[in-house]
């Protein structure tokens, strides 16, 4: 039977008189290959190592050419290499050939560093040998990470100036009418020391205006918070998934100790939701953030986000197994300016609630004390039309 894969060498064999000049050509072929680069045998024992893989590792191929591979890796991976190894051959079952996996490598200085480790199969007679393409991701995981720390900023910051703002002008904006029914009020005081008849009609007058102006500052309040609420809405079909996803990132950047393990359970995870995207990520990064900071003290800390559909509407539940809400924030929760933390501001559920009213929804939280938080909403499924 042909060898599918000869269509892969171009070299006449012709050319090879004997053994040491195909020795000489797949040396230089390790010399030459730009990934950290090892063949190892169906026992785990390395047979050949590339000069990337010298620079990367530290070693020389002399140090390690014949020594099972596990002296790269670090002590998790090495007490199980052997048996992945054996497993593999008897099952058949493929848990990282052909797949690729970042893994930590160890380096002949003891430093270990996250690669990524890609693994082709090659057979040969019977027996199998294994060849493994290693990259060092050291800086693509550094910029990830400074990548979401950026992200984290940038929401925290446009949502702190969004507020700023808006604390600013509603400061400036109702100063007036406050002033004035103050003004108003004063006088009307002041012309009940020794009223006269005439006197009682601009009493009634200066009470007349002070209510009118009182209610110019509900109207800039209701206002504002129109402004808040709808104001830059874009509502598009958004992959649900991937917002969540992006959410957990951020939400867990800057957390100091252990953090809580996110499962996330989608009913379908290529759902599409009507949703202005940032604003639904900025719900779930509160919320996420919320219960990983309540979560804190307890011992197997867990963050639930589930997601099912119903009659055209996605709804979303994140739940946590923390102490659940305080006392003096169950009955409404959702106010703005209560908090239990020392540097909290008490915005981000309320914001949450805005944000979430804006896209026709509403959402609501269920509280054990001890048992958790959950908080839940739903959003419309987008339709997706097909021609
Ligand atoms: P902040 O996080 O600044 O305190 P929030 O409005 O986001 O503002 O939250 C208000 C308060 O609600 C928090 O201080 C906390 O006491 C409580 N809270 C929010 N989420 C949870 C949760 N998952 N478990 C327990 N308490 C929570």
Redesign the pocket.
Known sequence: MADPLSDLWRVDTSDFQDSDSLQSILTSILRSVPDAMIVIDDSGVIMAFSLAAETLFGYKASDVVGKNINCLMTETDRVHHDQYIRNYLVTGERQIIGIGRIVEARLANGDSIPVELKIGEAAIGDRKLFTGFIRDITERQANIHRISELQAEIGNFSRLSAVGTMASAMAHELNQPLTAVANYLEAARDMLDAPSADDLAMVQEALTAAAEQSIRAGQIVRRLRDYVSRGELDLRPVDLKAVIDDAVTIAKVGIDGPLARVVVRMEDPEVRVLADRLQLRQVFA?LIR??I??LSETETPQIWIHTRHADGETAIQVR?N?????EE?IHS?FDAF????AN???????ICQTIIEAHGSTIEVS?QPGA??AFTFTLRTAIEVTE
């Open positions: 509160n919320n219960a900071e309540a946590d923390g102490p659940g809400l305080s924030l929760p209560q908090t239990t933390k909290g501001m008490g915005l981000g559920l309320s509280s958790g938080a």
